[in-house]
């Protein structure tokens, strides 16, 4: 089985982890697997403060089974770094591909995850997606 979603409008972020969707999915059996695809863009600036500082944007994917939540993949996904001291926007992709291994018939809620870096002023995502394959 596959589920989907998307987005088409845009999200604002903070310097904490915003949740930008989440998709569930019932495996057939305790043995399959389930390829999660996610991808978003992130809008970024710093405008102020420490212009030499970089405006960073992080992403996080989770997998949740009967309330335990378990952090798949998170990190610094975006970045723009140089030697100036002057206003810095950044536009970029965040593109997250995991083969995960549930080992449960139980649902299992994915969720996508999006925060600014404290070096930037302020940031937003769009265009956010994610694909779930279950696979055997």
């Not at 989907?4 to 604002?12: A, D, I, L, Y």
């Not at 972020?13 to 991808?39: Q, R």
């Not at 405008?47 to 960073?56: C, F, I, Q, R």
Request: glycine share 6%.
């Amino acid at each position: 089985s596959s589920q989907s979603n998307s987005t088409s409008g845009s999200t604002s972020l903070s310097t904490s982890y915003t949740e930008i969707f989440n998709l569930s999915i019932i495996p057939s059996s305790t043995n399959s697997k389930i390829a999660v695809l996610s991808s978003m863009v992130f809008d970024l600036a710093n405008t102020s403060g420490n212009l030499y500082a970089d405006p960073a944007g992080f992403h996080k994917l989770t997998r949740t089974i009967g309330g335990t939540e378990t952090v798949l993949v998170e990190g610094l996904c975006i970045s723009q770094r140089d030697n100036v001291n002057a206003t810095k926007y950044q536009r970029g992709a965040s593109s997250i591909s995991y083969l995960d291994s549930p080992n449960s018939t139980n649902t299992v809620t994915y969720k996508l995850f999006a925060k600014r870096g404290s070096n930037a002023n302020s940031g937003s995502v769009s265009q956010s997606n994610i694909i779930l394959m279950e696979t055997e």
